[in-house]
């Protein structure tokens, strides 16, 4: 009887083991699955956080523009793809994952260096649109000074002439406008800078033309017309404002340079005076 309950036992408890195994072999299997993910997530990670480097002291070329971009959108397209599969397998195998304390650690891991890769490529973007932003502002700014010059010399041709006040004041509307694109695209010069420092050296160049471009537009909208003798009067005012200047500035330099002599000579009877008083003899 015994025996033959035991040949009864039997064949029940190899069925059990052969479900753990099962389920062992499954978790295995999982587990196995996830960590190839994993690693196709470290490996584009590892790919993302190559850094945008620029020659700040040279224009951005439209071909640096496209590469950086190309780079970027095929690491968005393998995110994608990854975040897809890694979506389709986990949703499959949910309540399996669920039931093993090891594999949860697996997908929070997971998750974690997800949300990393997704910040990095976010931050990338931006860098990009930064970059995008600055070779257009640089060649907006620098692209205009030609035609600020010749703004300026047809703007002062029509302040000459009485008659043509309105298309002075045409001329006056007209640079408002195209000084507005030249401050926006400064601005988002700047901006940009502040994303990516290397372009500071260049903007000091852009900066410079902006300076010379401002100038000039407050020059062209002060323009009006005037009668020649008071241009000239004007003119003479000028020069003698300069003068009073120069004047001003020679007059201080002379005196600051008597003072520095007479400094120096206090300085040398100072000198004197504390070397013959160590040569008198002592008691």
Do not use: C
């Not at 994952?97 to 697996?106: C, H, N, P, Y």
């Amino acid at each position: 009887m015994i025996f033959i309950m035991g040949l009864l036992v039997i064949p029940l408890a190899l069925p059990a083991q052969d479900e753990e195994l099962e389920g062992d072999t499954m978790y295995v299997d999982l587990g196995t699955r996830m960590l190839m993910f994993m690693e196709e997530l470290d490996e584009l990670k590892t790919v993302s956080d190559i850094r945008l480097t620029v020659n700040g002291a040279m224009p951005v070329s439209q071909s640096l523009v496209a590469v950086y971009r190309e780079r970027i959108q095929l690491m968005y397209q393998n995110f994608n793809t990854i975040d897809v599969k890694w979506n389709t397998f986990y949703q499959a195998n949910q309540q399996d994952i669920a039931q093993d304390e090891e594999l949860m650690e697996v997908v929070a891991a997971f998750q974690e260096i997800k949300q990393a890769l997704a910040d990095t490529l976010a931050a990338k973007r931006q860098s990009m649109g930064a970059l995008k932003d600055f070779m257009e502002a640089d060649a907006f700014i620098i692209g205009k000074i030609p035609a600020y010059r010749d703004l300026s010399k047809k703007a002062f041709e029509l302040s000459l002439i009485k008659k043509l006040k309105p298309q002075l004041e045409k001329l006056k509307a007209k640079e408002q406008l195209l000084f507005s694109e030249v401050q926006t695209h400064y601005d988002k010069a700047k901006a940009a800078t502040a994303v990516i420092p290397d372009l500071s050296a260049r903007l000091r160049i852009v900066e410079e033309q902006y300076i010379n471009i401002k100038s000039t537009s407050e020059k062209i909208q002060t323009m009006e017309y005037k009668p020649f003798i008071q241009r000239i009067k004007d003119y003479l005012l000028g020069l003698a404002a300069v003068a009073i200047i120069i004047m001003f500035m020679n007059a201080a330099a002379s005196r600051f340079k008597a003072w520095k002599q007479m400094r120096e000579s206090m300085k040398k009877y100072k000198d004197m005076m504390n070397g013959q008083s160590n040569n008198y003899p002592t008691i």
